[in-house]
């Protein structure tokens, strides 16, 4: 096959096979005309198949061709061409040649000592070459084997996959057919609230290339080969310049999930940890939808976020020859490695142009995804990522560069995957059995609910066991979707001994969800009149709840109101008491102090007398939405009365201190004290009285760096 791959300039170059010929020679009636080299074909020889040539293999030691196997042919076969390079002949037979007299020919010369092979110069079809016009000026299809996968399936528009990007201009000539038109605008718009993710202006260029590398029209006769004709859906949730925040792009992957979208493809990154982000990425896999995403480009160990969850496809970038590319992180999480390197594609306004990244490695992965879903309809996410895995080629990179492999179109869609068996799985069972043993396997479903109109409803509880972020979403019998997966910075689980405490914020009509496996001993509400409880799907109130996981702790405890047969009757005297022990109410009491003598209990409670002290060591990275650690501290003198805290943290940042004393976790919102000036430096007093714990919030909005925290509690 002859590809133009000089689409950028211009030019034609052309690769004339003849200029290799160097003489002819033909066998007829039994006579040898002998030549050297590698022999042309016979003048007038049709083009396309040969049904009546045999391919003679010759030992490389055999220095003339022609002159060894020119006695071993028949009088009525003629050599048609030589190959002195790869070692092979070409003869010819009369076409009413008998298929039996063929064989018996190849079984003759595969048993002469020099010919090590004979077979039928068989037709081969061409690999599924698009008609693009710029395709010849591409190297990830081709790398990645597509031209296989083609011949099977180009990808169905049944399969969706979903663009978290910038938007795309989903007019362009190589994405307009590809784009589905089942929502209005052919997505969403999350950056600004509006309706239309079209791009809005010609350098937001970053979403119409992602979605043409994994998407663009395929064999249309127009601009560059996509790697599938899979549907694409827009989520426009970066802006101009290529940002986006945590909470557009976590609501833009939940919808993209929502709509149907079978892969969604996340081309962003951030070395940090959002909850939220992997929340969003968990319950798109929790609906059996493909993540995949970018490993990030500061060339460093290490891959970014989202691609470190994982839940999710990380994608690394390799070079048309197959090396790490420059720029692509590495890291125990890559999956898979894929082509990133000048991959030509789609941008605004109708243009095309070459772009390098893991953003446009990840979008190479989507895109057999696609294929291999179309043409295995059915796998869920999970089976489609090991399957890509399973199938993926090794480059000879280590396992921190390429994880299982350069991802492979023609491997993936060619080889069927594991206990295929059309649309349905081998041994699944219904999605009803598979629930009730998850809630079986992982507890009780303990949610809390909100009202719409709730603002930051706080809410915390105890289990004596364990306790998990619950998989939901789930319909409550509010009729709301509690959103299980979709947890803020303050959502928390924390382990003390066999008691675990969890608890969180929640608002606006959504709701949190845990499974819980033992008895809840527990319920603490700030907003009862907003907020209200479900177990397993039912609502109940918070004694309710603790009573049915058996976490009552008076069950055990005997009645009030039941007499003990052992106690005497307080209006009863007892008759073993003498009266005259008594002492005079006007004699003085020999052990009463004399007002004018020091109180040794006035010394004994002073506070100070007691003292307890300990450090809290932290880091934070404010990311793009602030960051905040929590630390709990449990009074440890006997009967506490103040405690001072001390915060320091780097100079040149500004990190804020929010406390609560014996209550829920602290935030920005609900707290007993806080300390919030300017600088990383923060100091408080309190005043205690009984006991409980001190929990305490370390944030910032926009800083990192290491703190230090220290408390100095003072007893009597």
Known sequence: MTQDDSADDGSNTTYNRRRF?????????????GSSGLASATPGRNPGPKKDELIIGISPSVSDIENEIGPQIPGDAWIEHTNETIHYAIISLPEETPESTRDSLIDT??????????EENA??????????????????????????????????????????????????PVLEENMDDSVSNYGREFVSGGSDPYPIAGDEQHGTHVGGIAGGGTNNGTGHAGISNCSL???????????GSLSDIADAVQWSVDVGADIVNLSLGSSS?????????????????????????SGSYGVAYPAAYDDVVAVSALTANNSLASFSNRGSQIDLAAPGTRLISAIPWNRYTRMSGTSMAAPVVAGVAGLVLSAYPGLSGTELREHLQSTAVDVGLSSNAQGHGRVDAGEAVTTVPDGYDGDERDGEEDDESDDDEQDDAAGRLLAFVTEPDADTARYEFTVEGTVEFADAPYDS???????????????????????????GI?????????????????????????????????????EEVIDETGGDPDEDEPDEDEPDEDEPDEDEPDEDEPNGDEPDEDEPDGDEPDEDEPDEDDEESRCGNETASERFDGELDAGWTGDG?????????????????????????????????????PSRWIHDESSTGSGASEELSLELSGDGDLRMQVYTDSDSGEYELRIDERGR
């Open 273 to 297: 940890n959002h909850r939220t982000l992997r929340r969003a990425c968990r319950y798109a896999v929790d609906n059996d939808v493909l993540v995949v995403a970018a490993a990030g480009n």
């Open 629 to 665: 650690n929590r630390h709990t501290y449990s009074l440890q003198t006997d009967d506490p009365c103040s405690a001072t805290l001390t915060l320091e943290g780097p100079s040149d940042a500004d990190f804020d201190l929010y406390v609560t004393i014996g209550g829920l976790p």
């Open 477 to 503: 019998p509010s009729g709301r979707n509690i959103e299980g997966g979709t947890y803020t910075a303050e959502d928390f689980i924390d382990e003390e001994g066999e008691t675990v405490r969890a608890g």
């Open 109 to 118: 010369l595969t048993n002469i000592d020099r010919i090590e092979y004979a």
């Open 506 to 542: 929640t608002g606006g009509g959504y709701g949190d969800a845990f499974y819980v496996d033992g008895p809840v001993t527990s319920i603490d509400i700030d907003q009862p009149d907003v907020m209200w409880v479900e177990l397993d799907r039912e609502e109940l109130t918070p």
């Open 21 to 33: 010929l160097t003489g002819t020679g033909t066998v007829a009636a039994g006579g040898l005309i």
């Open 123 to 172: 037709t081969l079809e061409a690999l599924s070459a698009p008609n693009d016009p710029h395709y010849g000026s591409q190297h990830a299809p081709q790398q990645v084997n597509c031209e296989t996968a083609w011949e099977t399936t180009y990808g169905s528009g049944d399969v969706t996959i979903s663009i978290v990007d910038q938007g795309i201009q989903y007019d362009h």
């Open 233 to 243: 859906l827009s989520a426009r949730a970066l802006n101009r310049q290529g940002r």
